[in-house]
């Protein structure tokens, strides 16, 4: 069982889903932008339990629906910002704010995907970022973060408009990420996390 955070300014994340295999970079469905949520019901409930049980049992810090193969634009999160301080959250059709001019600062952090398993590289994003969407109750939600936060609010968002963190590096490190995933393979056999 995961403790969340008492903070968590939108409600708990829920509980008591079922663990499912993660979709791999290559998939279809993790290369088209995702259809937008417009029913803010149990299914929509039963499908974000489904990715929380999901992400914490593969050691995630944040997790998008095409990850479990749903066309839906709705990511998950539980992710320590810059000071260490966690935030969870639910978000629907996410619109990203990044800083512009001399407020963006570039974090060049190594990083990874739950879809691409066990091989991390430097890319680099805005070291600060905010995004907006709805939550699970079709309410307004806003998160801004940093550091790894800040990281994850962007990667996952990429998600729900069809982009994996490979798109957005250069050649030379997307040959090694491909490379360390190459290494790894057998630790992460075709129905992790649930094998």
Request: net charge negative; hydrophobic share 30%.
């Amino acid at each position: 069982m995961h403790e969340q955070p008492e903070h968590a300014p939108y409600g708990p994340l829920p509980e008591g889903g079922t663990v499912r295999p993660i979709t791999r970079w290559g998939t279809p469905v993790m290369h088209r932008p995702q259809e937008k949520v417009t029913s803010y019901d149990d299914e929509l409930r039963a499908l974000v339990a489904d990715m929380v049980a999901t992400m914490y049992a593969a050691d995630g810090v944040g997790l998008a629906a095409c990850q479990i193969g749903v066309d839906r634009a709705v990511f998950v999160f539980d992710c320590p910002d810059e000071s260490g301080e966690r935030t969870v959250g639910v978000v629907c059709n996410p619109e990203l704010e990044l800083p512009e001019g001399k407020e963006r600062n570039l974090d060049d952090s190594d990083e990874g995907c739950l879809s691409y398993p066990g091989a991390f590289v430097p890319c680099a994003r805005p070291d600060t970022a905010t995004v907006t969407g709805t939550g699970l109750d079709g309410q307004p939600v806003t998160f801004t973060g940093d550091g790894l936060l800040a990281r994850c609010l962007q990667h996952e968002t990429d998600h729900t408009r069809g982009t994996v963190f490979g798109d957005r590096l250069p050649t030379k490190q997307r040959k090694k990420l491909a490379k360390e995933h190459d290494k790894l393979v057998e630790a992460y056999p075709e129905g992790w996390p649930t094998d």
